[in-house]
């Protein structure tokens, strides 16, 4: 059974940083891209961030600069530096592989921006 498994949401100030991890299980992703996606109250589900395997970054233009995705193909495992976090910022973050097809889904970390 693949499962993928978020943590290191919590709730933080305007400014301050997190530091998301999923943790894959299962299958192996080390030659996939996976991604990042957020979900807001009342909003669609948008992407974040995604890394394919050798390492190449793509990011949404609203956390570009902010926000880095890396990965450590041995642990099997997806990380997300989010700095200069921002109310709007406050979604539930969910990882997903293999991108774009998403075929799996974490069950999502909750992240709140204070302000």
């Known amino acids: 059974q693949v499962q993928l498994v978020e943590t290191g949401g919590g709730l933080v100030q305007a400014g301050g940083s997190l530091r998301l991890s999923c943790a894959a299980s299962g299958r192996s992703f080390s030659f996939d891209t996976m991604a990042w996606f957020r979900q807001a109250p009342g909003k669609d589900r948008e992407f974040v961030a995604s890394?394919?395997?050798?390492?190449?970054?793509s990011y949404a233009d609203s956390v570009k600069g902010r926000f880095a995705v890396s990965r450590d193909n041995a642990k099997n495992s997806l990380y997300l530096q989010m700095n200069s976090l921002k109310p709007e910022d406050t979604a539930v973050y969910y990882c997903?592989?293999?991108?774009?097809?998403?075929?799996?889904w974490g069950q999502g970390t909750q992240v709140t921006v204070s302000s």
């Open positions: 997903a592989a293999p991108y774009p097809r998403t075929d799996y």
């Open positions: 890394i394919t395997w050798s390492g190449y970054t």
